[in-house]
């Protein structure tokens, strides 16, 4: 638990793109029924997002490596899921309330840069069945850490945070620590351990964001593709539906 994060470069988003998806037809299962040491607390939703969803939903390999995650933490710990399959509109949302931001306070930089810049915290909104963003997969959540009294352990930044220190490796860098920042490392590691020992891989620009099955975890883990394309909780709805009209015929 005391090894620090490897400091890992930032994903080659064309290349990310080009791995190829065989879509394994996993269904999403809904993060709000898990035992108590995972919780969910859908944050897009509380913060009043146009479109976000009330429910934390994931693939089912996702969730089951969540509940691993969860059940190595030490007691009174408890794995808080703050978001995962996102819809389209709330990452074109994200992508276009960052990628503002970026240019009001750089209105000289170039297109090509701001998008950079955007996309070091959010990915390109795509639905594209090639190259999907990843929250769309279900691969993705993002994912914090909350003690006995349901407060969330200090990570150096908040949730969603744009800046550099909250790249997951960021207070590794620093030569000597105070109190406080090694408080952060000793956090984030326990995070990124337990995540990563049960299969996720993570967003170097984001502590929070945790990713399996999808392109970005075949990239990071080194798999020749991904398992999981765009899917949406009404794909379930459906199944379900056409199951119960089948055995009412």
Same mark, same amino acid.
């Given at each position: 638990?005391n090894?620090?994060?490897?400091? &890992?470069?930032?994903p ?8 190829p ?12 029924l ?7 607390y859908p944050?897009?939703?509380?913060l009043?997002?146009p ?8 693939r /089912?390999?996702?969730y089951?490596?969540?509940?691993a995650?969860? /059940?190595? &933490? ?10 995962s399959?996102?819809?389209y509109?709330v990452?074109q949302?994200?992508?276009?309330t ?6 009001n ?5 170039p297109a090509?840069?701001?998008e ?5 915290f959010?990915s390109l ?8 963003s990843?929250h ?12 006995e009294?349901?407060l969330?352990?200090?990570?150096g930044?908040?949730?969603?945070e744009?800046?550099?220190w909250?790249h997951t ?15 952060v490392?000793?956090? /984030?590691r326990l995070?990124?351990?337990?995540m990563?020992n ?7 620009s ?6 399996f099955g999808n ?6 883990s080194?798999q020749?593709r991904?398992c999981?394309?765009p ?10 539906r056409r199951?119960?009209?089948?055995r009412?015929?």
């Open positions: 638990m090894a620090p994060i490897p400091l &890992l470069h930032d080659d988003w064309s290349r990310v793109s080009a791995l998806i065989r879509e394994n037809h996993e269904e999403l299962v809904p993060a709000s898990a035992p108590a040491n995972l919780a969910c944050a897009y939703y509380k009043g997002i479109n976000a969803v009330p429910e934390c939903h994931m /089912r390999g996702v089951q490596r969540l509940l995650a969860a /059940r190595s &933490l030490p007691k009174g710990l408890t794995l808080l899921v703050m978001d399959w996102r819809p509109s990452q949302y994200l992508y276009d960052l990628y503002n931001a970026i240019e306070h750089w209105p000289d930089k090509a840069e701001l950079q810049l955007t996309r070091e959010v909104p795509s639905t594209d069945p090639r190259a999907p990843p769309l997969t279900g691969g993705s959540v993002d994912v914090t850490l909350i003690d009294h349901g969330m352990l200090d990570m930044t908040q949730f969603d744009a800046t550099p909250s490796a960021a207070f590794e860098q620093l030569a000597t620590p105070t109190p406080h920042e090694q408080q490392i000793a956090n /984030r995070l990124y351990r337990a990563t049960a299969g996720f891989t993570n967003l170097p984001e502590w929070w964001h945790y990713d392109q970005l975890w075949a990239w990071y080194g020749p991904a999981y394309g899917t949406h909780p009404e794909s379930l709805e459906c199944r379900w199951e119960i009209d089948r009412h015929q």
